[in-house]
């Protein structure tokens, strides 16, 4: 059997945390999103991995490369629709297939249970299923996909994860593959339903600490660096190779800690945290539910709660996110979530700054003493 991941999209409701990078290519648990959609289609043996690449696509391919695995990369020029994304790989099927998103996390269970159906979807149950393809099913069939309903009839969603035969190309008349279903449907062909056994998507950028909580559940323990004697360490922890942690620090896992960082002393660091590469977190700094991506610089007395840090942020003595729920507009949606902060790449923040349910964009500057909150647009100086 083969398998076409999608990762030509941006995640464009992600943002700012997308504005560089793909959505497939943004680090939970300190590995890109893909790493796990690959993994499981490894573990069920399958290795004819074909990937569509597309928005920056030179950032996908060079980590693929490193891989130990056997994947086709093919160009999805423009970014025009899942459909089209999967005609770009046309010329590479020639057997059964599985489409798989490259920016949803899938385990190997869900994978056994759809790659032996011929034409079928995964579907699951989601609380907010408006932010999906709702599917109608009687009788274990797909009757009805209905693209991102205000009034869901039903909380059972498209993973977007099918299994095709190769004649599924003659239905693919538009950009979207939901229309190619609904084509076989009315052609008499039968696409079955199969439930997921476990399935993430970050539709947002909080929705990430979810899903971080969730794959630092699957981490193994590891100590790659220098751990003073008197460090406290309790739960599955997991230290990158060239990482210090400074005396009299204390972590609770389940956390992951990249290569080169230094770390205390006298920090705390709660469960559900990862900490990308060359992350400096100052002393009496106290960290809890948060993803942390490379090269972040976290000054002392800070105390980070609920929040999703972007690359190179440097953020000055006692820093604060502040988990607080609010009314945002993402995407033309207006929503009430609690987090603490989002902040994209390159943010600077001077002393006694608080991020209080926060989305501040790419290279935004604010200066000290500042409470924000809402949506900060890149670039932005707040004085």
Excluded at 25 to 53: C, F, H, Q, S
Excluded at 112 to 128: D, F, T
């Amino acid at each position: 059997m083969q398998a076409v991941i999608l990762a030509a999209g941006e995640g464009s409701r992600l943002r700012p945390l997308t504005r560089s990078k793909p959505k497939a290519m943004l680090p939970v648990a300190n590995r890109p999103i893909i790493e796990y959609v690959i993994d499981a289609l490894l573990e069920n043996g399958i290795r004819d991995i074909v990937v569509v690449v597309g928005y920056r696509k030179e950032d996908v391919i060079r980590h693929l490369n490193r891989l130990d695995a056997p994947i086709q990369v093919v160009v999805q020029e423009r970014q025009l629709g899942t459909a089209d994304a999967l005609r770009a790989a046309q010329s590479e099927i020639t057997d059964d297939f599985l489409v798989l998103p490259g920016d949803n996390y899938i385990n190997a269970e869900s994978i056994a249970r759809i790659k032996q159906e011929q034409n079928a979807m995964l579907v699951a149950e989601h609380p907010s299923p408006s932010d999906f393809g709702v599917v109608v099913i009687r009788n274990g069939l797909v009757r009805e996909i209905i693209e991102k309903p205000e009034d869901a009839p039903t909380f059972t969603v498209s993973t977007g994860i099918y299994s095709f035969t190769p004649d599924v190309f003659s239905y693919l008349q538009t950009n979207e593959i939901p229309d190619a279903l609904a084509a076989m449907i009315a052609s008499g062909k039968r696409i079955r339903a199969i439930p997921a056994d476990d399935w993430q998507d970050a539709i947002y950028p909080w929705d990430l600490l979810k899903l971080n909580s969730r794959m630092l559940r699957g981490i193994a323990p590891k100590i790659g660096g220098r751990v003073d004697a008197s460090v406290i360490r309790r739960g599955v922890v997991r230290i990158g190779t060239g990482t210090t942690i400074g005396p009299n620090t204390v972590i609770y896992g389940p956390v992951t800690i990249g290569d080169n960082c230094n770390i205390g002393p006298n920090c705390v660091i709660m469960p559900d945290v990862s900490i990308g590469d060359r992350v400096v977190l100052e002393p009496f700094t106290y960290a809890a539910d948060s993803l942390i991506m490379s090269d972040v610089n976290i000054g002392s007395h800070s105390r980070i709660v609920s929040a999703v840090f972007g690359q190179g942020c440097i953020l000055a003595d006692h820093t604060t996110t502040y988990p607080s729920a609010s009314f945002l507009e993402v995407g033309g949606r207006v929503m009430k979530e609690k987090f603490g902060a989002v902040l994209g790449e390159g943010v600077r923040a001077a002393p006694f700054t608080t991020f209080k349910n926060c989305i501040a964009g790419n290279s935004v500057t604010i200066d000290g003493g500042k409470t924000v909150v809402g949506l900060i647009e890149d670039g932005t100086r707040v004085m």
